[in-house]
């Protein structure tokens, strides 16, 4: 009976560090600042030299790119997302801001 116990709790202790030691590699990825971490879309693997801005193929393992879920745009990425051209501003008067037609009381 005591070896079964001594052998329960080394599957227990070995869990532990187990889940510990991999949540550890998560934070640690999560804290990297090259180009695989990085970028709209990463490798899988985050293989050296990987990551692009638009879906594609890892030019070092060949995986599929997946979609960076931590994904942050530079600024000049921000700002080309804010662009206007294309939209339908009939209407609007963005100079004053002028609200006519609007009722904002309650």
Do not use: R, W
Not at 55 to 84: F, L, R, S
Not at 87 to 104: F, K, L, N, P, V
């Amino acid at each position: 009976m005591k070896l079964v116990k001594i052998a329960l709790m080394t599957f227990v202790l070995a869990g532990i560090t187990l889940v510990y030691t991999s949540c550890g590699n998560h934070a640690q990825a999560a804290n990297e600042q090259g180009k695989e971490y990085t970028s709209a879309y990463i490798c899988p693997m985050h293989c050296d030299g990987s990551g692009s801005e638009e879906m594609g193929q890892c030019p070092v393992c060949g995986m599929d790119y997946v979609a960076n879920e931590n994904y942050q745009p530079t600024d000049e990425a921000a700002h080309e997302e804010d662009d206007h051209s294309g939209h339908d501003h009939d209407g609007h008067d963005h100079e004053g801001h002028d609200h006519s037609g609007h009722d904002h009381q309650q």
